[in-house]
């Protein structure tokens, strides 16, 4: 029983420290976050990561991309594909490139250098989604083209990775890269017939059982299901429940799924996995590698958010929001570190710096909350945005 004590430890932190993020300004999650190093082993050392939180802290990003799915607006999504495209391309050529050189200037190989470059072109935004929620930004034209342009982030980089393995991973005979783009495909357009077909049959026919709460029963089996589904066909499993969320969002038990789900998720599952990418935090070695973290840390900012603001710019975004959207790729989360996991598994990732990767990709992840505070446009730079051809007309009707 000593989880229940620790799980109650975390519990009582990440609220406390969120508080305190919100009373200095900040976006509660950025104190969250923060709370994890401190009892961490980095600090304290009072919690220690074990089986227990790695399964919480999975379902927590699941479900938070899952509700992200579910109050994204699929319309607004369509109007800014354009912008997704650019901002996801931005976002990864800049840093591609940018970890590259920067690798290179540090003396590690052409293969170790490539690889960091991908590695920094990575993004996560479940930090992102849940520092939007608190802004009551997640529904912004600057919303939804982030999530949009995290969906293709995902497979670009998965198959950049995939096409690195075949060729440069010790050991790579594995799926050749026509095989892992298939799977790919075969994914998305199984998931959207799903979403489209089989979803909302599982909702109707959950909904006639004579149980309880038989609709938040469905919703989670779609999100586990679709989840499942993507890490099995190579893709991130946030991304299998980000398209489950969008597929409820469209049946009649969007909104009660959605008031049901948010008190599981942010009573227990959410609080956890903040906690645990602070556990991932080590100070051993770092005085040795500081002037690879810190450039790393810089080129991993700077290249992101001018990249994906850019992308923003050339598709019509105002500048203010075009910052925004580029702060908002900015965090690398956990999809940075299972690519460092992999890319050691793999003999991309020299061992020696892999406690420098983990750094900056934490250092990433904090500094995101401020940012996106700090640049997000407020309600009257919104109303001076460029508009869609659809919003001008519904404008004209009204």
């Known amino acids: 029983m000593e989880f229940v004590l620790t799980l109650c430890l975390i519990l009582i932190v990440t609220k406390l420290a969120g508080h305190a993020a919100a009373r200095l300004g900040q ?31 999975e379902i927590g990003v699941l479900l ?75 529904k912004s034209r600057e919303g939804s083209a982030i999530l949009g342009a995290a969906v293709i982030d995902d497979v670009v980089v998965v198959l950049l990775l995939a096409f690195m393995l075949s060729f440069l991973g010790a050991g790579s005979g594995g799926d050749s890269l026509l095989w892992i783009t298939g799977k ?8 959207i017939a799903a ?71 942010y009573a227990l599952f959410v609080p956890v996995f903040f906690v645990s990418i602070g556990l991932k935090v080590s100070f051993e070695g770092v005085l040795e590698q500081l002037g690879i973290i810190v450039v790393l ?28 959207i580029g702060a908002g790729m900015v965090s690398r989360g956990e999809v940075a570190l299972i690519l460092a996991a992999t890319g050691l598994a793999s003999s991309l990732l020299d061992e020696a710096y892999f406690t420098a990767v983990v750094i900056v990709v934490m250092i990433t992840t904090l500094v995101t909350p401020p940012l996106l505070k700090a640049t997000f446009p407020r309600g009257e730079d919104r109303e001076r945005q460029p508009q869609t051809e659809s919003n001008k007309s519904k404008q004209t009707d009204h």
């Open 184 to 191: 790919k495909l075969i994914f998305f357009g199984v998931s």
């Open 297 to 324: 840390s810089i080129v991993a900012i700077l290249t992101k958010w001018i990249g994906g603001g850019l992308g923003a710019k050339l598709t019509g975004f105002s500048l203010k929001s075009s910052s925004a």
């Open 27 to 57: 976006p509660s999650v950025l104190g969250k976050l923060i709370s994890g190093i401190i009892v961490g082993p980095a600090v304290l050392g009072w919690v220690q990561d074990a089986d227990w939180i790695h399964i919480f802290s």
């Open 195 to 265: 979403a489209w077909l089989l979803v909302p049959l599982v909702m109707k026919l959950f909904g006639r059982l004579k149980v309880t709460e038989t609709a938040i029963t469905a919703g989670l089996i779609v999100c586990f299901g679709f989840s499942y589904f993507a890490e099995m066909m190579g893709v991130a499993g946030i991304i299998g429940a980000f398209i489950a969320g969008i597929a409820v969002a469209v049946t009649p038990s969007k909104h009660k799924v959605e008031a049901r789900i948010e008190p599981i998720a």
């Open 64 to 138: 938070l991309m899952f509700i992200a799915g579910l109050e994204t607006d699929l319309k607004q999504l369509k109007e800014n594909w354009k912008t997704a495209v650019a901002v996801a391309l931005g976002g990864i050529l800049m840093p591609l490139f940018g970890g590259y050189a920067a690798a290179l200037a540090f003396g590690l190989s052409q293969s170790h250098a490539l690889f960091l470059g991908l590695l920094l072109s990575a993004t996560s935004v479940s930090i992102t989604v849940q520092s939007l929620k608190e802004m009551d930004r997640l």
